[in-house]
């Protein structure tokens, strides 16, 4: 399977520009505990890094639809559940392009943020505020500075 579905970056891509910003430091703790789970229902991600980069986007994006969500994982210790969703996306860096994913917790507070993605991947070098650009495969909507993904 094609991971972007085969689309040319140009004709079929969105562009959002960012800069890679600090995190709570939560998730280099959660995703570890949370991967064989992951893996078991999207094994697509078997290849990360058990961590993520937070990204500032310069405009705020809504996703409307996933590549994929879980059921309900009971991941916590307390067997509290959570669902977990993932995009697929291009992330570059200087001149570099990456295979990933973004990764959103749905109980995460950075959910509420629209300028805010969380991005696994394989493990890269990166640094807090360097400029990056994530490519999102959509029929996305663009309305008053707000990007609707679909």
Not at 57 to 84: H, K, Q, Y
């Amino acid at each position: 399977m094609n991971f972007l579905m085969g689309a040319s970056l140009k004709s079929k891509f969105i562009e959002i520009s960012g800069r890679v910003t600090s995190g709570k430091g939560l998730a280099v703790e959660t995703i570890p505990k949370q991967y064989l789970y992951l893996v078991q229902h999207f094994p697509e991600i078997y290849n990360i890094h058990k961590a993520s980069i937070n990204v500032r986007l310069n405009v705020p994006v809504v996703f409307m639809d996933w590549d994929f969500t879980s059921p309900p994982i009971a991941w916590r210790e307390d067997g509290c559940t959570e669902r977990f969703s993932f995009r697929r996306i291009l992330f570059q860096v200087d001149h570099s392009i990456f295979k990933a994913w973004i990764y959103h917790p749905h109980k995460s507070s950075n959910s509420y943020d629209p300028y805010l993605v969380e991005i696994v991947l394989p493990h890269i070098d990166i640094e807090i505020n360097s400029k990056c650009n994530i490519f999102i495969y959509s029929k996305s909507i663009i309305k008053d500075e707000l990007i609707v993904v679909n």
